[in-house]
């Protein structure tokens, strides 16, 4: 008999996941959506194999429920919703903060699995009309397993992350991914908009190369979404912001100081950490 | 009778220049170095028409001149070949910086035309081991014109650019480049060392994505030449740098107070002005 995972919101990171996971072991990939016109599109595009509107009905039904809406939403569905997951299933999200999502499925019963997950994917774009069966190809997949959590459920994760293209699964705490992803990811999007506030910015066609390309692509961010990621990771936000400004204000004095060895001994030192991380 | 382009300084862009030029209308390209690896390296993979290591008596029979040294070393080039170049030849340049740059070719007697030049591609490597016929394909290609230059040789940079892939020719003043420049180029490569500086740097493999990958591409970056282009065009960068801190601590300030509703008005402010820059 087929089992079931329920996307529980078909925007681009719920879309793109039903796309991708279309086809994995015996599953069945029930899209789940409250607006008419993404279940028509997932429809007319096949996103997934089945379409419902009905939240309640498909988790009830579920083994494995991916949480694809926003973090403030997951925080409540996971309220409203406590009672009404199968006993025995896993349910799983794919949120860019995990403490505050994490924390909020202990009101789950204890026969419902909760891990915590973060495919580190996205576009400057949001909404099915993107969705892209491909977009988790080459990234990191991250897990916050839960003390007690079941084996047999991250097993499963695991080979979803290598089913849809994964280049690793790495498992830390609710705690230190979200440290390390204001630094990694949030604190690229502050610096992009920041840059696009410059007064300067609209005298510039003409004049940017790759750098400014690369660097501003993430500032045409989805606005609700990158709100509630922001605030609710806040804390260790403003300090990875605090680190950047102070390291800035370091390269801009000893440009003011007109210091020429001293800038070459900081530029040596920053680039050579870079070569150190060795990134793709 | 056929003409001569001689580029001097065959580096990334300078050997990467000599092979995008090969072919161009009736110029031979003579590319000229003073490391013999470099020249060997030429030789075998065919890097342009004909190579030296004179650079004297390249100059005085070359119609083009490509200076493709680091800023600091075209204006001792200048200085000390002042008197060297053919009368009516064209010479130009291919520097980030174009104050110093253009300033310094005031040196030239009248008889020699001077256009400063910066097509805006670039890698994050150096040497002609890395040169690439194909770097400036797409790229903008801006020239600095001085009152009083031969719109022959306007016209002839111009069917270069065309030739060697340029998207666009973008003519300014050095003075408008510079500050241009240090906000769509300069800057970014600060950003980029300055976020290796942070002390997470190592924690982040495994939890980055591709904005923290586009963003620090530019860090591991040729120290004794950006070390130069940042001091020759210290005053512009540093009040860009300014700006950026700025920008950054309003960003930090908001998530500090807690006030989600103003970061949701400056987020969709900030991405609001990149959606109307527009690049691709």
Known sequence: MSKTIAIIGLGLIGGSMAMALKGFEDFEVLGVDRD????????AHK???????????????????????HPGAIVDFLKAHRGDFKPGSLV?????????????????????????????A???TSGIFHADG?????????????PGHRPEHLDLLRRIAAYIGCRDVVETTTQKHDAIIAYTSQVMHIMAVAVCDDPDLFECRGFEGGSFRDCTRVAALDVPLWTELFSMNASALTKVIRNLEDNLRAYRQVLERGDTAALARKLAWSADRKRHMDLE
């Open 36 to 43: 008419s016109a993404t279940l028509e599109f997932a429809a």
């Open 134 to 146: 491909d977009l988790f190809r080459g990234a990191h997949y991250i897990l916050t397993p839960r």
């Open 47 to 69: 996103v997934a194999d089945r379409l419902t509107d009905d939240a309640e009905a498909a988790i009830a039904d579920a083994d494995v429920v991916y949480l694809c809406l």
């Open 92 to 120: 799983t999200d794919v949120c860019g903060i995990k403490t505050a999502v994490v924390d909020a499925a202990a009101v789950l019963p204890d026969e419902v699995d909760f891990i915590g997950g973060h495919p580190m």
């Open 122 to 124: 996205g576009k400057e």
